[in-house]
């Protein structure tokens, strides 16, 4: 009955009651014939609704009968995204503004794309959500979609084709390619992880890249730079390496990575045309796949200092049970966040002086005399009362004699200050201060803000950060100075605080708890040569 169709019946019917008129017209009753005609046709009419009835019906069970398959597949579906998003990997409080996730069949890449929807907070609203994905249009720039609602099986999605509009009236390069949109598959799997992951409703922009330009993602990234912010997402889709077995692609990406970390758009371009243009690596046909939308993010946060990006999980789809190790496609998972700025205690140079003086005042009383004078807080200003930890480095020649101190901020700022430079004069592992160094030192004084923990390691910026490990009753900290003095890469850093300050094997920050902090620095020499 569902594919019994209602035209062929009137057409049969029409032909039968034709021929049933013939033959009665036939009849030798010229009224009997009549009386017959008009039956027929109140015949034809009756018999016409009959079967319109039932194509009724039987299109109502054909479309009860697609409802269930949808809701079939619904399921199907959503019970594939709570296994994905079970294996996924999450990071406490990265509070992301943009994600990179890939664009790859969920078979291969559904955990590396749920790593990275995963970092967002699922009870936030959002204003907008852009989708910024490659496409296989034929056209130079960008397309954004205009239509008012989109529909995926998780069901309806709203559109913001307000500010669609304004993009294409304001731009060149951004256009409205219908039938790009219409070939779109990726925007709707990218859809369906938001769908799945968001609890509340969200209106979302998906933006496609054809032929990418740097100077196409420049002009797109300074119409979006205004919508970074913590009120929208941007969800940025794309692969990496393509076709090459998965030792090359483990590589082709590790490097790719990096000049992401560095935010640095230039290097990334760079990076990418040496490995495409490296008889190294014949197979490799694509490097993040219409790189446009990546390269896009990239311009948008360079200037920046406060933005980060944050690797979440790598995997190549050879390493999915449905792919082949020999030809794969690699995917990265990465937040990109803005760090806020510690707060950090501001001095005047009166201020600094007057610490300087405390200090050596404090540490000569207590070489030379064994005691310590109580300071008379009414007589310092408000700045120096404030609470706060300390430190108080002791220089001689221009090399490190001792450092005390602690980030306790239990006390005023001029009593810690005080007992950092008594601490740092007693220090028994550098052996005690002896009088007559009391007039041959020089002091500086690091001020910290308040901790804060990390989830990577690219958080820390040499010469900025200092750091601060705990593992169990394990814990120890450098000063900013020290990885700059020293010449040491983060992970030298780590690893040497690890080693020398919390006594433990020099891989033993990988699985501890790792804080940040900024110090406010007063310099001796700097201050009075300076000044």
């Known amino acids: 009955m569902a594919n019994f169709n209602l035209s062929h019946s009137i057409y049969f019917l029409l032909s039968f009651f034709t021929l049933r008129s013939f033959s009665v017209g036939g009849s030798q009753n010229p009224k009997a014939s009549l009386s017959l005609q008009g039956m027929d046709k109140r015949s034809l009419v009756f018999g016409i609704l009959i079967l319109a009835l039932f194509e009724s019906l039987g299109l109502i069970a054909v479309a009860q009968s697609k409802i269930k398959s949808v809701k079939n597949d619904s399921l199907e579906l959503t019970q594939t995204l709570d296994s994905l998003f079970a294996r996924s990997i999450y990071y406490k409080n990265l509070n992301p503004l943009a994600v990179i996730t890939p664009i790859d069949d969920f078979r291969y890449s559904g955990i590396v794309a749920a790593s990275s929807f995963n970092q967002i907070d699922p009870g936030k609203q959002f204003s907008t959500i852009f989708i910024i994905t490659p496409c296989s249009g034929d056209f130079t720039g960008f397309s954004v979609d205009t239509s008012k609602i989109t529909n995926t099986l998780l069901g309806p999605v709203k559109m913001n084709r307000v500010l669609a509009g304004k993009m294409i009236r304001n731009s060149e390069v951004i256009s409205h390619q219908p039938l790009a949109h219409q070939n ?27 032929k990418p330009t740097t100077q196409s993602s420049k002009e797109l990234a300074g119409l979006l ?3 970074l912010n913590d009120n929208n997402l941007f969800v940025i889709g794309t692969n990496f390496s393509e076709n090459t077995h998965t030792e090359e692609a483990s590589y082709i990406d590790k490097v790719m990575l990096l000049p992401i970390m560095d935010n640095s ?20 046909t694509t490097l993040a796949k219409g790189w446009g939308p990546l390269m896009c993010l990239l311009d948008m946060t360079e200037q920046d200092e406060q933005s980060r990006y944050y690797p979440i999980l790598y995997q190549n789809s050879g390493e999915s049970e449905f792919g082949d190790s020999k030809r794969v496609t690699g995917y990265h998972a990465i937040a990109m966040g803005k760090i806020q700025k510690e707060k950090k205690i501001e001095l005047s140079r009166e201020d600094q002086k007057e610490l300087i ?49 602690s980030f306790s901020n ?15 004069a007693n220090n028994r592992n550098s052996f005690p201060l ?14 910290p803000s308040q901790r804060k923990r990390i989830n990577s390691i690219h958080e820390i910026q040499l010469g900025v950060h200092g750091i601060y ?63």
């Open 184 to 210: 779109d598959t990726i925007t709707g799997k990218l859809l369906l992880f938001l769908q799945y992951h968001l609890q509340k409703p969200f209106t979302v922009l998906p933006i496609l890249a054809g």
């Open 225 to 227: 730079a205004p919508f």
């Open 265 to 284: 758009p230039s290097g990334f371009i760079r990076s990418f045309k040496n490995f495409m243009q490296n008889d190294q690596f014949p197979r490799l």
């Open 357 to 405: 003086k405390i200090v050596h005042k404090s540490i000569k009383d207590y070489v030379q005399f064994d005691i310590i004078r109580p300071l008379d807080s009414l007589a310092i200003s408000a700045s120096l009362n404030q609470k706060s930890g300390a430190f108080v480095s002791l220089k001689k020649h221009g090399k490190l004699r001792a450092v005390g101190g």
């Open 410 to 424: 239990k006390q005023n700022l001029v009593h810690a200050v005080q007992q950092a430079a008594i601490e740092a």
């Open 434 to 447: 002896a009088r007559a160094e009391a007039d041959q030192i020089e002091i500086e004084i690091s001020i």
């Open 469 to 531: 490990i705990q593992k169990g009753i394990y814990s120890g900290w450098y000063l900013p100075g020290e990885a700059t003095a020293r010449g040491w890469n983060v992970r030298e850093f780590l690893s040497n605080c690890a080693q020398n300050k919390l006594g433990i094997d020099p891989s033993g920050w990988q699985n501890a708890d790792i804080y940040i902090f900024e110090t406010t620095v007063v310099d001796e020499k700097v201050l009075f040569d300076v000044y």
